[in-house]
């Protein structure tokens, strides 16, 4: 569908004075434009691009500790370099690329979080350093934070209580 008839379609789907019939333009019109996806390629793509993400942190892994670092200092360069990487695909626009054919498999936590967190700096970084970046930074990334800590603190007060009554 070209500009044109989108631009047509729209202007009719607004110029309509019946409800049901403006519902049901504007529910043929976005049944029109929304892209259709297999969901089997989907899942496959998600699984690939995700295993090689978790297979590119076990290589760099590997190669930190090869390098003589602890496992414990391995795994925190690990951590940082995947940050880093996707901070930079991010600001490349190679992620989102990357994302609209892995889905879920590019939301891997450690670099879906580190790009959720870029892209909006990057976003809102033309509105200012205070009231852009600082006051947005995390509108994606915040309910992830919250939720997660309130998990945490959850499963971690059920874990006091059965470790008190001798069950863990």
């Avoid at 979080?113 to 700096?121: D, K």
């Amino acid at each position: 569908m070209d500009d044109k008839q989108r631009k047509r379609m729209i202007h009719e789907v607004v110029k309509e004075t019946d409800t049901q019939k403006r519902d049901k333009k504007y529910n043929q019109y976005v049944e029109q434009v929304t892209p259709k996806h297999n969901p089997w390629i989907n899942i496959v793509w998600a699984f690939v691009v995700g295993g090689a993400i978790c297979t590119l942190g076990q290589v760099l892994l590997n190669l930190y500790q090869g390098w003589g670092a602890s496992k414990e200092d391995a795994a925190l360069y690990e951590t940082i370099t995947l940050v880093a990487l996707s901070a930079l695909f991010t600001g490349l626009n190679l992620y989102q690329k990357l994302t609209k054919y892995a889905g879920a498999g590019s939301v891997v936590p450690i670099t879906g979080f580190a790009n959720s967190v870029a892209a909006s700096a990057i976003e809102y970084g033309k509105e200012g350093q205070v009231f852009g970046i600082g006051c947005k930074i995390f509108t994606i990334a915040g309910p992830v934070i919250l939720y997660g800590i309130l998990t945490s603190w959850a499963l971690g007060v059920i874990y006091w209580i059965l470790k008190l009554l001798g069950v863990v």
